[in-house]
């Protein structure tokens, strides 16, 4: 069974940062693009960040490029995505999700999602 765990998240105030970990188990950890998504309200839901941990390929939404930085740990099969300078619109419920990419269609599977919101 393929599980993907977040942890992290939560509130601060535009300027701050925050640490979202997902675990991932049940699944070829190495192998496929793990990252995050997000969904604000009103909002289609996007690809944020994505990291292939066998190759060190890693993608990023324009709209987070220079802020956020996503990093794997092979050895515990965890994917961590640390958010700097956050801002209101960062706001939205992260989901970790795996195969990873710009296309929301190829997503197989999902975490339960993990709320933050920035406060200006």
């Known amino acids: 069974e393929v599980q993907l765990v977040e942890s992290g998240g939560g509130s601060v105030q535009a300027g701050g940062s925050l640490r979202l970990s997902c675990a991932v188990s049940?699944?070829?950890?190495?192998?496929?693009?793990i990252g995050w998504f997000r969904q604000a309200p009103g909002k289609e839901r996007e690809a944020v960040s994505c990291?292939?941990?066998?190759?060190?390929?890693?993608y990023y939404a324009d709209s987070v490029k220079g802020r956020f930085a996503i990093t794997s740990d092979r050895a515990k099969h965890t994917v961590t995505l640390e958010m700097k300078n956050l801002n209101p619109d960062d706001t939205a419920v992260y989901y970790c999700?795996?195969?990873?990419?710009?296309?929301?269609?190829?997503?197989?599977?999902w975490g339960q999602g993990t709320q933050i919101t920035v406060s200006s």
């Open positions: 990291v292939t941990s066998y190759t060190g390929d890693t």
């Open positions: 049940g699944f070829p950890f190495e192998e496929y693009a």
């Open positions: 999700a795996t195969p990873c990419g710009p296309l929301l269609s190829a997503v197989g599977f």
